[in-house]
């Protein structure tokens, strides 16, 4: 599993104006080709009307899956363009769909390569894009002596608390980033004195701004 990878935040949508031909940039996370044929498939419904709806997307740890679709523009100039703006911004399990209605002016190879990409950049900060970094789960059980004392220091710590259960025992869980388990496991026992027992749970993928 990959420890950590950049990808659009959320769905969203730009539209510029090149020579009286709108183009509308709809870009969004997708994380199997399913998704990635579901949302081109409802663009398209959405803009029937459209002259041209091409498309791009890029699916999977290694890009294994990536399909640029001109979908009636010239051969090279719509989808691998708007390709080419996930890629150069390292971006996995994304797909962008530039919807254009024609404004009567052609724009020639040149002008549509650089109006795709630009339409596909737009789309891209608009929907914004976040780091998801790979963190294990770790549980921590200590005594209910020991609890005020860890709690406060892992509050002050770079690792994000979880939640805290309470029962016999206490149990603090912890986000740590798979490349620091070593580390909170060696800060841990020398902060309760190798009385904490620490498991590695699950692992979960947690959001930061780019």
């Not at 579901?38 to 294994?64: P, V």
């Not at 950049?121 to 860890?150: C, P, Q």
Request: hydrophobic share 35%; with cysteine.
């Amino acid at each position: 599993m990959r420890p950590d990878y950049q990808t659009v935040k959320q769905q969203g949508e730009a539209e510029i104006v090149i020579s009286k031909s709108r183009f509308i940039a709809s870009v969004k996370r997708t994380e199997s080709e399913e998704e990635a044929l579901e949302f081109i498939r409802q663009i398209k419904q959405e803009h029937a009307s459209a002259t041209h709806n091409c498309s791009a997307y890029l699916i999977g740890e290694h890009d294994h899956i990536q399909k640029a679709n001109d979908d009636g523009e010239p051969s090279g100039t719509a989808g691998v363009p708007m390709l080419e703006v996930l890629k150069k911004q390292g971006l996995k399990d994304a797909t962008v769909v530039v919807t254009r209605y024609f404004g009567g002016i052609k724009l020639g190879g040149g002008g549509l390569i650089r109006a795709y990409g630009r339409s596909a950049s737009e789309g891209v900060a608009a929907a914004g894009i976040v780091e998801r970094r790979l963190h294990s789960t770790m549980e921590v059980t200590v005594d209910y002596t020991a609890l005020g004392k860890v709690e406060n220091e892992v509050r002050q710590s770079r690792w994000p608390l979880d939640r805290i259960d309470y029962g016999e025992h206490v149990m603090l869980s912890v986000f740590v980033p798979v490349g620091e388990v070593g580390d909170f496991r060696d800060w841990m026992a020398d902060l309760t004195n190798g009385q904490g027992e620490v498991v590695e749970g699950e692992k979960i993928f947690l959001e930061f701004s780019v």
